[in-house]
C-alpha cells in the first residue's frame, strides 16, 4: 500500500511546527546559558568581595598592631588603603550608644605611644555633657564621676542631671539643660552646662566616667571641653579599604580602639594606698 505524498500546505505546516519547536529548544538553551552565566558572575563577584574583606581586615589588624605597618599596599592582587583618626579635641562624640547602665570613659591625662598613662599633658578646664536623641520623646539621665588625684590623695567627686522633673522629686538630681544642642555635627537633645571640676595646682585630673540611667533605648555622649588645651587623644578609629582593580569592588572595615579602662569599682571608691577614700 502506497503512502500519499504531502501536499504543499502539508508541507508549509511541518516546516513550521519544526521551527516552532527549534525556537522552544533555542530558547530554553539561552535562557540556560544565561542562567549559568549569571550564576557565575554572581559567584565570582562573592568570592571577590570576600577576599576583598579578609585583605581589608588584615591590613586593619597589621595596622592596629603596629604603627609601623603600612598604609598602604597589596596583598594577593588586591589594593588596600589604611586611614587613621585620632580622636580627642574640643569636642568628642564617644562612637556607640550607651544604654542604660553603661559606662564611657573620657580621658583627661595623656597617653603615650604603648597606651601608657602620660601626666605631663592632661585637661583641666571645665566640661559639658551632652545625651539623648534630639527626635526622641524619650528622657533619660545622666550622672558623671569625675575621678582626680589632689595632693598624692585620689578622689572622686560625682555630678547627676535628670531632665525630669517628676523623677528629681525623688533622686535629687540636678535640673539637666533641655533645649536640644549640635555637637560636631549631631543633634543631642539634654545636656549638663558648663560643669567647673575641682581645679587647683595640687590636682592632677584623670578621667571622667559618664553613666546613663532610665533609658530604654541606647543614646549618644558626647562632650565638649571648655578651654583650650582641648581633651587629649582618646585612641584612634581605623579605616581599611579594599579594591579588586579588575572589576572594581571595594570592601571597608572600620574599628575604632580607646585606652584601657580602668575596673568599674572606680566608680564608687578609690584605693590611696593608706584608706577608701570617696568624695561626694
Known sequence: ?????????????????????MTVILTIGLSTISSSITDIRISQQTEESTRAFYVAESALEEKMQSAAAASSGSLDGIGYV?????????????????ASGDTQTLWLVGHNAEGQIDESSDYNGGVTFYWGTATSAESSALSVAYIYRESGVYKIARYNF???????????????LTQGFTVAGRSL????????????????????????SYNSSPQL??????????????????VSTATVSQSGITRKVRQCRFWQEVPSIFNWGLFSGESLEKSL
Open 82 to 98: 589604611v586611614t587613621s583618626e585620632t580622636l580627642g579635641g574640643q569636642y568628642f562624640v564617644f562612637p556607640e550608644e550607651a
Open 162 to 176: 535628670d531632665p525630669d522633673a517628676a523623677r528629681r522629686l525623688n533622686n535629687r538630681f540636678t535640673a539637666a
Open 1 to 21: 500500500m502506497r503512502s500519499l505524498p504531502f501536499s504543499a500546505g502539508q508541507k508549509g505546516q511541518t516546516v513550521l511546527i519544526v521551527l516552532l519547536i
Open 189 to 212: 537633645k539634654y545636656s549638663t552646662g558648663l560643669i567647673n571640676l575641682p581645679n587647683n595646682a595640687n590636682i592632677q585630673p584623670f578621667f571622667i566616667r559618664a553613666t546613663l
Open 221 to 238: 555622649i558626647a562632650a565638649a571641653a571648655a578651654v583650650s588645651p582641648y581633651f587629649p587623644n582618646q585612641g584612634s578609629c581605623y
